[in-house]
Nanobody
Framework: QVYLVESGGGLVQAGGSLRLSCAASRLAASTLTMAWFRQAPGKEREFVAAISWSGRNTDYADSLKGRFTISRDNAENTVYVQMNSLKPEDTAVYYC????????????????????WGQGTQVTVSS
């Protein structure tokens, strides 16, 4: 079992920045592809960003490229997403997700391929 705990959410003004963190349970960070998804009220959960276990490969939702940056620290069993130039439409609950992989450079963007999820952290961007 992999346990994921997100932190770093909060209220920020439009144009501001936040960094979300996701801590994975001990011994679980290895060979995990990890990702961030988000869900706004009344909407489907959507892909935000993903990073391979090696850290060499990343992928982003097209609409977020240039504003969001995903990174990871395997020594700390943690993945991050730095969110800059935030907009009110970025308001959502942000979820960390993980899946075990054999290929360390694999990056997945589909919600259904992730087996483990955190509880989510609320991000609210005021106009």
């Amino acid at each position: 079992q992999v346990y994921l705990v997100e932190s770093g959410g909060g209220l920020v003004q439009a144009g501001g920045s936040l960094r979300l963190s996701c801590a994975a349970s001990r011994l679980a960070a290895s060979t995990l592809t990890m990702a961030w998804f988000r869900q706004a009220p009344g909407k489907e959960r959507e892909f935000v960003a993903a990073i391979s276990w090696s850290g060499r490969n990343t992928d982003y939702a097209d609409s977020l490229k240039g504003r969001f940056t995903i990174s990871r620290d395997n020594a700390e069993n943690t993945v991050y997403v730095q969110m800059n130039s935030l907009k009110p439409e970025d308001t959502a609950v942000y979820y960390c997700a993980a899946r075990k992989v054999r290929w360390i450079d694999y990056v997945g963007t589909e919600r259904d391929e992730y087996d483990y999820w955190g509880q989510g952290t609320q991000v609210t961007v005021s106009s």
